[in-house]
């Protein structure tokens, strides 16, 4: 087969049509390379499975892992078995990380380790884990117009005492304002009610 892509396109070449040969050996693409994700039954079933010149993954001195379901059931020792833990869980630490017990091969110089946030007081100084996302819903109801009132307050020195103060205060004067523009309405409808009778009977009074 590589005979005929070889002269096919040695005869398209001399014929001037370069456009129509064809790469019988491409080299890859960097971007078309995806990663290869390693867990411990993946790690299992590459390096250790049932046949000759492979490794023989175990957990102690006397008891090895000879099945994919026994390596999900230990995987840690899976990992142990071809990495250094340590230097894995110190990486994972740095960034108040756990191991996750996945890594993913990206290409001979990468390989990416995967972890999963502490909870809290584990290695944390107490922080708890919070989330950006439970963190805006709870202040959901303190937040109007994108403004964070809790940042407000603390900005301006107004307390919470203080605020309900101010708007008990607002509320008695909302309250007498209405009572006022109550009154001045009535005046008003009386006023307007009182032109038009007013208008009528001048109407009336020129017509005759």
């Known amino acids: 087969?590589?005979?005929?892509?070889?002269?096919?396109?040695?005869?398209?070449?001399?014929?001037?049509?370069?456009?129509?040969?064809?790469?019988?050996?491409?080299?890859?693409?960097?971007?078309?390379?995806?990663?290869?994700?390693?867990?411990a039954a993946g790690i299992y079933e590459v390096l250790c499975p049932s046949t000759d010149h492979h490794f023989d993954a175990k957990i102690d001195e006397t008891h090895s892992?000879?099945?994919?379901?026994?390596?999900?059931?230990?995987?840690?020792?899976?990992?142990?078995?071809?990495?250094d833990l340590?230097?894995?869980?110190?990486?994972?630490?740095?960034?108040?990380?756990?191991?996750?017990?996945?890594?993913?091969?990206?290409?001979?110089?990468?390989?990416?380790v995967l972890g999963e946030?502490?909870?809290?007081?584990?290695?944390?100084?107490g922080s708890p884990v919070v989330s950006d996302l439970e963190d805006a819903k709870k202040d959901k109801s303190q937040r109007r117009q994108g403004r964070d009132w809790r940042a407000e307050g603390a900005r301006t020195g107004i307390t919470q005492e203080d605020a309900k103060r101010r708007l008990i205060e607002l509320e008695t004067e909302l309250n007498g304002l209405e009572i006022l523009q109550e009154e001045k309405r009535k005046r008003w409808l009386g006023a307007d009610q009182e032109r038009y009778e007013l208008s009528v009977l001048e109407r009336m009074t020129s017509n005759t």
């Open 1 to 39: 087969m590589i005979r005929a892509v070889l002269l096919s396109n040695h005869f398209l070449r001399y014929t001037g049509y370069t456009d129509f040969t064809r790469r019988f050996s491409p080299a890859p693409s960097i971007s078309t390379l995806h990663p290869i994700p390693l867990s």
């Open 65 to 83: 892992i000879t099945s994919v379901e026994h390596a999900n059931k230990n995987q840690m020792a899976v990992f142990s078995n071809f990495f």
């Open 86 to 112: 340590k230097k894995i869980e110190k990486v994972c630490a740095t960034y108040g990380l756990e191991f996750a017990k996945r890594l993913t091969f990206v290409n001979s110089f990468m390989t990416r």
């Open 117 to 125: 946030v502490r909870p809290a007081f584990q290695g944390r100084g």
